[in-house]
Structures are given as structure tokens and as C-alpha cells.
């Protein structure tokens, strides 16, 4: 008896996902419904002045090396980004690294947390820091 019940719940499951997804092929391109999605928000950065210390820091820096440049930060903010919590997530940009200037701006560090590397991601300018 219980091999028969789950032949059949198993025939009835492989029936139920064909005929779901064959249902919503059989429709025309044209007839299908369109998905439209508000654009993504960008993030835009104030780019510091041409003469300011804070133009000389370039994406994909090490932090010894702005630390050669800007010398020590005013302070600094460390946090976990969302990556980290992706169950099997093996790769960069889990926890970052801001380095604040006072009269400059921010400095954003991503830290990989398997090789450690610490690398600029993206450079604030802004004076009321």
C-alpha cells in the first residue's frame, strides 16, 4: 500500500510540473506580460577638486598605500556588508573599511575576508567631514 501512495504522489508531482511549465510557454512573446522595474538608484560620488590630496587615492589602492598619502584618518568605521551572510559566498567585498578625513572626505576600503586584502572601492569628497 505505501508503494502504491507514493507512485502515485510521485506521478502527481512530475504531473503538476509539467503541465506548470508548459502552461506559461504556450503563450505567444507578445501575449506574454511585460515586467517593468524601476531603475536601479546609483550612488554617485562627490569627486574631490583636481589640486585636493584626496584626488591622488585611485579605486583598487591598498590602505598602506592611502595611509602613505593621506596619513592617518580622523577616524575610522569598520561593518559587515550583506555578502557576508550569503550561505557558500566565497568571494570578495564582505566587510569594509572607511577611513574619514576631516576637511576631505571618506575613503572606503572592501576587505576580502579570505586573503585580507584591503583595496579602495570608492572616494567621497566632502569638506564638512
Known amino acids: 500500500m505505501h508503494r502504491k501512495f507514493s507512485a ?3 506521478v502527481t508531482v512530475v504531473a503538476v510540473f509539467v503541465v506548470a511549465c508548459s502552461s506559461n510557454s504556450s503563450k ?3 501575449q506574454q506580460p511585460t515586467v517593468t522595474t524601476a531603475p536601479a538608484r546609483v550612488q554617485k560620488d562627490n569627486p574631490p577638486p583636481v589640486g ?3 584626488a591622488k587615492i585611485e579605486k583598487g589602492m591598498r590602505d598602506t598605500d592611502v595611509l602613505r598619502i593621506l596619513g592617518r584618518p580622523s577616524s575610522t568605521t569598520n561593518y ?4 557576508a551572510w550569503i550561505p557558500f559566498y566565497y ?3 564582505t ?3 572607511d577611513y574619514i578625513y576631516s576637511g576631505l572626505g571618506r575613503v572606503v576600503f572592501s576587505r576580502n575576508r ?3 586584502d584591503v583595496k579602495v572601492i570608492r572616494v567621497t569628497y566632502n569638506p564638512n567631514l
Do not use: A, H
Not at 559587515?80 to 555578502?83: I, L, S, Y
Open 8 to 10: 502515485v504522489l510521485s
Open 28 to 30: 505567444p512573446v507578445s
Open 52 to 54: 585636493s590630496e584626496l
Open 80 to 83: 559587515v556588508t550583506g555578502k
Open 91 to 93: 568571494g570578495p567585498d
Open 95 to 97: 566587510r569594509r573599511t
Open 114 to 116: 579570505y586573503s585580507g
